[in-house]
Nanobody, 126 residues
Framework: QVQLVESGGGSVQAGESLRLSCVAS??????????MGWYRQAPGKQRELVAD???????NYADSVVGRFTISRDNTKNTAYLQMDSLKPEDTGVYYC??????????????????WGQGAQVTVSL
C-alpha cells in the first residue's frame, strides 16, 4: 500500500520560513505518480488546496500564497516539497500531502487512486 510521509512542520513566528517534505513509498510497479499537492485545513475552515504540481512540472497556487510559497518535486526520490517563506498567522493549519496515481491492474484494466499523508501541523504566531 502506498504511504506518504510528511515532515518539516513546526511552530514559527510571522515572517519566518518552513519547508515541508512528502516522501511516497510502496508504489506498485505498474502504477506511476501523477500530480502531487499540498492542502491545508485552518482552524474553523474547510480544507483548501495550497499548491500542486503535475508530473510534467505544471504548478497551481492558491492566491493567498502566491509569491511566498514554492512547490517542487524530485521524481527520482518520489518526493514533493513545499517551501514556505514570509509565513503569516493565517497560514496556520494542518498541511496534508496528496498524490494521484494511474496505472493498470491484472488483465490490463486501467486504474487510478489517490493517497494522503498524515498531516503536518504548521503554527505561525505574531
Amino acid at each position: 500500500q502506498v504511504q506518504l510521509v510528511e515532515s518539516g512542520g513546526g511552530s514559527v513566528q510571522a515572517g519566518e520560513s518552513l519547508r515541508l517534505s512528502c516522501v511516497a513509498s510502496g508504489i506498485r510497479s505498474r502504477f506511476s505518480m501523477n500530480t502531487m499537492g499540498w492542502y491545508r485545513q485552518a482552524p474553523g475552515k474547510q480544507r483548501e488546496l495550497v499548491a500542486d504540481i503535475s508530473s510534467g512540472g505544471s504548478i497551481n497556487y492558491a492566491d493567498s500564497v502566491v509569491g511566498r510559497f514554492t512547490i517542487s518535486r524530485d521524481n527520482t526520490k518520489n518526493t514533493a516539497y513545499l517551501q514556505m517563506d514570509s509565513l503569516k498567522p493565517e497560514d496556520t493549519g494542518v498541511y496534508y500531502c496528496n498524490a494521484d496515481f494511474v496505472g493498470y491492474v491484472d488483465g490490463g484494466v486501467p486504474a487510478a487512486f489517490r493517497s494522503w499523508g498524515q498531516g503536518a501541523q504548521v503554527t505561525v504566531s505574531l
